[in-house]
Structures are given as structure tokens and as C-alpha cells.
């Protein structure tokens, strides 16, 4: 199979909440950005992350106090979690969240509707952790055809990895559902139950998911990281507003600092990690996460400084491919400054500015 390097995309459906969040970005770029508690008070860095698995850095930080650490007295860290990136990324243009975890599509989407103004990945967060699970009797993409395979969302990031890989593969899938492979878009949440009740023949979805689906009887026929040079493809960057980012310039580098040090914990201690997630999943939802499903997911996950730029480019090309969004010009996107500035003090490889 030729390897592709590919996919990563714009959300048709992060679109339409980024479009009504127009206005929000005009007040957000025009305004004090509120994140002062006053001229002799401490900073407040508002922080956004996902309770799930790919975030792991952020919930790891967040929960073994990393970033409080790195932050230090002068300022007060305020998180926010959220469960989708529309929702994320409708908090920074409101000037509800100065920073968040968040994946290539909605950066992307952001980036595009501010006309480049309102956001910059200021580092990595992890990698990999997708791949396309199917009913055993499965065992090759041309057995596909005339089936149904779910993604979470129509335009996210696995919406257009799938369509973009069967268009490869010479099978087509439409917008609406039709083609040879009939794609369905729906909440991860539902997908366990429909591929058991065989609404679904697969899907192609992020970790923890897929875990569940294999636990469910599926088996994957694709990993994702397969498609990608080195097997590496972002799936989770920090970025920050722009406007706190020129407000706070002190601030933003010390929360570089708690993502750096988040990483080399999760990285060496993948067994407290893990139990941290748990733990901190629970807190949030009321039910912690299985520690045994998120030890079966980790393996798939790379947890990296280095936000893989040219993933993200070449998903939006995909996107573009599949006629899912239009082209969008990302110079400026990356400031990998005080990312750079962090791992050079600390002895460690730098990552290239794209």
C-alpha cells in the first residue's frame, strides 16, 4: 500500500459555529482582553482542554498541579473543559479563554475566520492515537463498499482523513451520505452502541474509541499513523489568543514551561499519568475513566513538543481535495518562540518554526 501522508482538515460543522462567532472575534481583537484582576493583581490565564486521552498532557498538567507550578503566584490559572472544538474556539473568540488545548481542525478554522488574527499554536501536544475500526468479517478496503462507517463529526479532522483515504483507494462518499462507502457522522459517544446493533459497519475515530470498538468485537483495519512519514500526525496543539499573547508575553512562556514539563512527566511516568487521567475524568464527569482502556490506548499516542506542522498543512490539502473547505493560507499560524526558548534552556532539541 503507497503511504500517504495525509489528511487533517476543516469542519464544515466548526464552520457555521465559527461563522456566528464573527462578531466575537471583531470584540475579542478590539477590546481590554479582562484577563488582569486588576494593576496590582495577579494574572489570570484562562485554560481550555479536552477530558480525554489525547489531552493528556493538559489533564496530567492540570491535575499534578505542573502548570500551577510553573505559573507561579503572580498568576491564577482558570480552567475551562470542554467536550467538541466549535465550543473551544467560540470561548476564545468571546475573550472567554486566553489558551487551550485543541486539535488541527479547529486551530485551522480559527486561524481562517480571524483572517489570521486571532490565534497562534505555541506548541505540540501529542500525536497518532486514530485508526479505522470495522466488523471482523472485514479484511480490506474494497469490502467497504456499500457499507456504513461513522465519523464524529461532518469536515473534523477524521471526517476528512476517511473520505480523503477512500478517494485514494478509487471509492467515493458524498456529503450527504451517499457514494460507496456511506459515511455517517455522529457523536464517539454513540458508536459503540451502533456498531453492536449494526447500524454502523466501522468507524473511524480517536482514542478512547477505539479501544471500545475493538472491546466491542472490531478489529482495526487501519491505523492512522500508518498513513503518515515517521507516524507522526498531530492530533492535539496548545494555542493561545493573540491578544493575550502580545498582553502577556511573560505569561504565555510560562505556560510553555507547564506544557514542556506536562509532556517529560507523562512521557516518564506513564503509569501515575494514566491514573491521573482516571482520576481527573472522574472528577469532571462523576465517573472516572477505566485505567485498563486507557493503558490498551496509550501505545497509539505520542506525546510531543512539536506540533507537526506539515500534518496540519497537508490534512487542510486533503480537506481542500475532498471538497470539504476552501484553500487558507496558514502563514503565520505557528510561534514557536517560547517553545524554542524553553527546550534550549533546558538542553533539548529545538523545533523548527514552519
Not at 70 to 87: C, H, I, Q, R, S
Not at 177 to 196: L, R, S
Not at 207 to 217: I, M, W
Request: proline share 6%; hydrophobic share 40%; with cysteine.
Amino acid at each position: 500500500m503507497r503511504r500517504l501522508p495525509f489528511r487533517r482538515l476543516v469542519s464544515l460543522a466548526t464552520l457555521a459555529v465559527v461563522g456566528t462567532a464573527t462578531l466575537g472575534v471583531t470584540a475579542a481583537c478590539g477590546e481590554d482582553d479582562g484577563a488582569a484582576t486588576g494593576d496590582s493583581g495577579p494574572v489570570t490565564l484562562r485554560l481550555g482542554y479536552f477530558p480525554n486521552i489525547t489531552h493528556a498532557p493538559a489533564v496530567v498538567g492540570v491535575e499534578k498541579g505542573i502548570f500551577a507550578g510553573k505559573l507561579g503566584g503572580d498568576v491564577k490559572l482558570d480552567t475551562k473543559t470542554f467536550n467538541a472544538g466549535p465550543a473551544a474556539i467560540e470561548a476564545v473568540f468571546s475573550g472567554a479563554l486566553d489558551a487551550t488545548y485543541i486539535g488541527p481542525n479547529p486551530t485551522v478554522n480559527a486561524f481562517s475566520k480571524s483572517r489570521g488574527e486571532a490565534v497562534r499554536v505555541i506548541s505540540g501536544a501529542a500525536s497518532g492515537g486514530v485508526a479505522l475500526v470495522v466488523k471482523p468479517e472485514i479484511t480490506a478496503v474494497e469490502q467497504l463498499r456499500g457499507k456504513k462507517i461513522a465519523t464524529p463529526q461532518l469536515g473534523n479532522t477524521q471526517d476528512v482523513a476517511l473520505r480523503y483515504w477512500l478517494k485514494e483507494k478509487g471509492l467515493t462518499a458524498t456529503k450527504e451520505g451517499g457514494g460507496d462507502v456511506k459515511v455517517v457522522p455522529q457523536e464517539n459517544a454513540q458508536t459503540v452502541e451502533t456498531f453492536n446493533s449494526g447500524a454502523i459497519d466501522g468507524a473511524w475515530v480517536p482514542e478512547p474509541f477505539v479501544s471500545r470498538l475493538v472491546n466491542a468485537g472490531g478489529k482495526v483495519l487501519l491505523d492512522e499513523r500508518d498513513l503518515w512519514p515517521d507516524k507522526k500526525f498531530v492530533i492535539t496543539n496548545l494555542i493561545v489568543s493573540t491578544k493575550f499573547l502580545k498582553a502577556h508575553p511573560d505569561v504565555v512562556k510560562k505556560l510553555v514551561e507547564g506544557q514542556v514539563a506536562a509532556n517529560e512527566f507523562v512521557n516518564a511516568k506513564p503509569d501515575e499519568s494514566q491514573q491521573a487521567i482516571s482520576d481527573h475524568i472522574g472528577k469532571i464527569t462523576g465517573k472516572p475513566l477505566d485505567v485498563k482502556l486507557i493503558k490498551q490506548a496509550w501505545p497509539t499516542l505520542e506525546f510531543t513538543n512539536d506540533p507537526i506542522a506539515s500534518s496540519l498543512r497537508t490534512g487542510l490539502d486533503h480537506a481542500v481535495a475532498v471538497g470539504l473547505t476552501q484553500p487558507v493560507n496558514l502563514d503565520g499560524l505557528y510561534d514557536l518562540k517560547y517553545l524554542n526558548e524553553v527546550l534550549k534552556a533546558q538542553g533539548k532539541p529545538e523545533v523548527t518554526q514552519p
